[in-house]
């Protein structure tokens, strides 16, 4: 199955390119599954048998975590001398709406359908919403690892040899769950059937955020589906005023074109003098349908080995876009924590990398290279 996560600048137009990608193909014989909070009204209740609409709902979402939890631990807060909330005085909290998203984005995956289309929200939070689920795996890790879960018979003896009480089961089966979840989720994301469609409106800001987008995802390892240049105004105008705006226009285009490095994968959707009323507008604005097969391979990340050359393993990680000057590298245990302008990432090592040190690092055309030498107290010596 393969599934088009369909994001953009805000006010760019994605809810409607993520609609009308969906439609088209549906229209085409496939089974779609799309996956939205607004495009309803633009699809008029018209996609066919092939298309079904998943809205994600956070409110009751929300709800139904919440009111689980709270049964879970029950006992402990009647210890507490808690009230518990009942469901109709709950309302959802600041980040409700992301857990809900990734919800429908890991039920999507389960669907049955050829093709799910994601509408995410803006691109800068739609890049923080896809690395959510591996940076909230780290933390339960680092919080609640397995070996103090498979230490319980000890508990109560490691409670008093402490002082303080240990966590209770309810919390590490909790803590499962919740890591199952989170791992169904970013399986669908690190899903080489998974792909990102940006769309732009060609204006001064573009190519800026095609930059950022093309960095962003080549951290956490996506692919760049293509991107979508949309609302163009028409070329033919006799108005000047007009003819002016189009001038401008397409000049962003063309270096729309040039930085976008897809080989002629951007869409150009035309204008059409109005909101999009429905689906016959909709199948005005579909972008070209593709083959399974993305056309922009995510950026390489491969170890090279050159110790008989210069005594050391090169990690090379590809991050197009990158500048030396927003690039930080940090060796923490088996980790390394790549922090490249706004994004931070904590990449785990390579097994053959976690027995050496590092030793320098260089960014060369977008490709870092990161070198490390064999510790001799680990590395296994040869007969």
């Not at 309803?40 to 018209?46: K, Q, R, V």
């Not at 939890?69 to 009647?78: E, F, G, K, M, V």
Request: glycine residues 8%.
């Amino acid at each position: 199955m393969r599934i088009i996560l369909v994001t953009g600048s805000g006010g760019a137009g994605r809810t409607t390119v993520a609609a009308a990608t969906a439609l088209a193909e549906a229209r085409a014989g496939r089974r779609v599954l799309l996956v939205t909070e607004d495009a309803d009204p633009l699809l008029g209740g018209d996609g066919g048998e092939g298309l079904r609409v998943l809205r994600p709902e956070p409110a009751g979402d929300f709800r139904r975590e919440f009111l689980a939890l709270q049964a879970r631990s029950s006992a402990a807060l009647d210890l507490l001398g808690a009230a518990p909330f009942e469901d109709a005085e709950l309302t959802e909290l600041p980040g409700s709406r992301q857990f809900a998203l990734l919800r429908a984005l890991r039920d999507a995956a389960e669907g049955g359908h050829d093709l799910a289309v994601v509408d995410l929200p803006p691109l800068a939070e739609a890049l923080a919403l896809l690395a959510l689920p591996e940076q909230l795996r780290r933390y339960l890790r680092r919080l609640l690892p397995r070996e103090r879960q498979a230490a319980r018979a000890l508990r109560p003896m490691l409670a008093q040899l402490a002082g303080v009480p240990m966590p209770a089961q309810w919390l590490y089966e909790t803590t499962g769950r919740w890591e199952e979840e989170l791992a169904a989720v970013q399986t669908v994301v690190d899903a080489p059937t998974t792909s990102v469609r940006l769309v732009l409106e060609p204006g001064p800001a573009a190519v800026r955020a095609l930059r950022t987008a093309r960095l962003g995802l080549a951290l956490q390892r996506l692919a760049l589906d293509s991107v979508v240049a949309n609302r163009l105004l028409p070329a033919d105008s006799e108005d000047p005023w007009l003819a002016g705006l189009t001038t401008q226009q397409h000049r962003h285009l063309a270096e729309l074109r040039t930085a976008s490095g897809l080989a002629g994968a951007v869409d150009e959707l035309p204008h059409l003098g109005r909101d999009p009323r429905g689906p016959e507008d909709l199948v005005l604005l579909a972008p070209a349908r593709r083959p399974a097969a993305v056309p922009d391979p995510v950026p390489a990340w491969s170890v090279e080995d050159r110790r008989e050359e210069d005594g050391v393993l090169v990690w090379h990680i590809g991050l197009p876009g990158a500048v030396k000057e927003d690039l930080s590298l940090v060796r923490r245990g088996d980790e390394l924590l790549l922090t490249v302008g706004a994004f931070r990432r904590n990449v785990p090592l390579p097994a053959a990398l976690r027995r050496c040190t590092v030793t320098g690092a260089g960014l060369v055309e977008g490709d870092l290279r990161v070198r490390f030498t064999p510790d001799p107290g680990l590395w296994p010596r040869t007969p």
